[in-house]
């Protein structure tokens, strides 16, 4: 049982940043994909970054150049750093772990979720 643990969510203004945090403690992270992805009620869940065990990234259409996806191996740790947060990006944001494969195709193992509301 992969246990998955974010961090960093919160209220922000528009135009703001916020940084987002997950943590994998016991698993061999560095052979892992990494991602994120959002959701709001009564939408489907939608990707908004992954990170391949190789480093590679992939963005959602709407945070491209806004959000930077990365992850230290050594913390077993990923991050998303949000920059010019928009009221459309209030959402739940899940980190999930798993093959690049899984991943990158909304699948894997899943945290709880973190809120974040962009808000005046």
């Known amino acids: 049982q992969v246990h998955l643990v974010e961090s960093g969510g919160g209220l922000v203004q528009p135009g703001g940043s916020l940084r987002l945090s997950c943590a994998a403690p016991g698993i061999i992270f560095s052979i892992n994909a990494m991602g994120w992805y959002r959701q709001t009620a009564g939408k489907e869940r939608e990707l908004v970054a992954v990170i391949r065990s190789d480093g590679g990234t992939i963005y959602g259409d709407s945070v491209q150049g806004r959000f930077t996806i990365s992850r230290d191996n050594d913390k077993n740790t990923a991050y998303l750093d949000m920059n010019r947060l928009r009221p459309e990006d209030t959402a739940v944001y899940y980190c999930?772990?798993?093959?690049?494969?899984?991943?990158?195709?909304?699948?894997?193992?899943w945290g709880q979720g973190t809120q974040v509301t962009v808000s005046s």
């Open positions: 999930c772990t798993g093959s690049n494969y899984h991943v990158s195709n909304g699948f894997g193992s």
